[in-house]
């Protein structure tokens, strides 16, 4: 939060520094007081708990686009019949854009669900 509050180089150090711990973390295994240290090994990453993540980045995105479309119409001087169609294009191209992740993400999900392998099977299968 004190990143997103300061001011000049102030706030760019503050933004270093977490991004340094974040990596330090990684580095150190992702100790933890009284629990120890998280290894790699030991999580289990199910496809469709990504192909999730996935989505919700997409959805993300799409949404800024709305957003965007959305701020540029209205800060035009004069809304004109051919902005107007523009922004309507706009609009239906992102939600087929959507449409298809979504339909992606389902089609990966159902995969995943048939075979809930985790990674840590995959790479310990890949090491043989």
């Known amino acids: 939060m004190a990143g997103g509050l300061a001011h000049g180089h102030l706030r760019e150090l503050l933004w270093l520094l977490a991004v340094g711990v974040d990596i330090l973390g990684g580095i150190v295994g992702f ?10 090994a030991d999580w289990t990453i199910v496809g469709s708990h990504i192909a999730e993540r ?12 709305i957003v965007i479309i959305g701020a540029t119409l209205s800060a035009m001087n ?5 902005s107007i169609a523009a922004f309507i294009v706009a609009g239906a191209r992102t939600r087929r854009g959507y449409s298809s ?10 995969l995943a669900s048939r075979n ?4 840590r099977d995959l790479a310990i299968e890949n090491s043989r």
């Open 31 to 40: 100790a933890t007081p009284w629990l120890g240290r998280s290894r790699t």
């Open 54 to 65: 996935c989505q919700a980045f997409i959805l993300i995105a799409l949404g800024e686009s």
């Open 78 to 82: 004069g809304v004109t019949a051919t």
């Open 101 to 110: 992740s979504a339909s992606l993400t389902t089609l990966m999900l159902s």
């Open 116 to 119: 809930e392998r985790s990674s």
